[in-house]
């Protein structure tokens, strides 16, 4: 019995262990050249590529999947929800029908940094708000009409004539009619988000303001928990009455009240680990040098698209004038949660 499940022990750890892309040396788990390829997925993921692109990418380079063979969504997907890549063990032990799960966090060295998977998630966000990410409109829910305070829509009227391929791709405001071309207002307006990036993210007053953003959010984040262990001593107490009284209607309002202050407060100090997160990622450099080592390259529209979502707050268009650029005040407010939901 001790063999069979020693045996099942060993099996266990050898799907992990190809699961996390590592070897195991002198009890000590360490990543395997395929490692790399893994924190190129999420790398690549977080900036907006979609899991399809991700897979055409790694085998236009040639490069095996975990089976050998060609790389699919699937096999993309199942690697971004992998817990393992982020320091997580989960073991599923089955009794008879039952089957029960435990997840054991940091139990070794994340493969992946927390950060990528912070911007991963931000990123969901934006898209679930704006609109795709890999389209080849841009600037999609960021243009507003100065004349009628709407935003413009797209408009994609491009056909096919003898086998050769017409572009009318164009922005359109439906109240007023008023209509720009798509290309024109990309070739205008992205080379000046581009400076506008550039020149914030070498500023040392931006980096700065950044880390005292993040120190006033993490000080309100502190009173809020603070002041959420305060109400679940009163209804402690409060609990405490309703059960010495045998005031079970009342004890379960309490109970209900109580489940809710205790979520409130999980998610006030998740909000202080990606602060945390945010902090490292600013000191050490990562957030702003990912933007500037982008801009000396050829983008992609995905990431000229989430270059305009972090930076840019709106455009304000209208006819016989000049667009007008409202940047972001801050360009950590989309991956920070506020205090306040």
């Not at 000049?322 to 989309?334: S, T």
Request: aromatic share 8%; hydrophobic share 35%; proline share 3%.
């Amino acid at each position: 019995m001790s063999h069979e499940r020693s045996g099942k022990r060993n099996s266990q750890t050898s799907r992990l262990l190809r699961s996390l892309r590592v070897d195991q040396k002198n009890k000590q788990l360490v990543p395997n050249n395929e490692a790399d390829v893994v924190t190129f997925i999420f790398f690549l993921h977080s900036w907006g590529i979609s899991m399809n692109k991700i897979a055409s990418t790694l085998n236009e380079a040639s490069i095996p999947s975990p089976n050998g063979g060609i790389w699919r969504t699937s096999t993309i997907e199942n690697i971004l929800k992998n817990p393992a890549y982020t320091g997580q063990i989960v073991w599923e032990i089955r009794k008879g029908k039952k089957k029960d799960t435990y997840t054991f966090d940091h139990s070794h060295e994340a493969l992946v940094d927390r950060f990528l998977l912070h911007l991963i998630n931000t990123n969901l966000k934006l898209q679930k708000e704006y609109g795709r990410l890999e389209t080849p409109f841009l600037f999609l829910n960021k243009l507003n009409c100065q004349q009628c305070h709407s935003t413009l829509e797209t408009q994609n009227g491009s056909t096919k004539r003898n086998g050769k391929k017409y572009l009318y791709q164009d922005y359109v405001c439906k109240c007023c009619g008023y209509k720009l071309d798509m290309n024109e207002v990309h070739s205008s307006l992205f080379p000046q988000v581009l400076r506008h990036v550039k020149d914030m993210t070498a500023s040392e007053q931006v980096k700065e303001r950044s880390v005292h953003y993040l120190s006033a959010i993490e000080q309100v984040l502190e009173e809020s928990i603070s002041n959420c262990e305060s109400d679940l001593d009163k209804l402690n107490r409060k609990g405490c009455i309703a059960r010495e009284q045998n005031d079970r209607e009342f004890e379960f309002l309490v109970m209900d009240e109580q489940k809710q202050v205790f979520r409130l407060k999980n998610s006030y100090e998740h909000s202080q680990d990606v602060l945390a997160d945010l902090h490292e990622a600013i000191q050490s450099e990562m957030f702003f040098t990912r933007f500037d080592h982008l801009l000396e390259s050829q983008l992609d529209n995905a990431e000229m698209r989430l270059i305009i979502l972090y930076f840019v707050d709106e455009v304000q268009v209208a006819p016989q004038r000049p667009a007008r650029i409202i940047f972001q005040e801050n360009p950590l407010d989309h991956l920070v949660s506020s205090p306040n939901g």
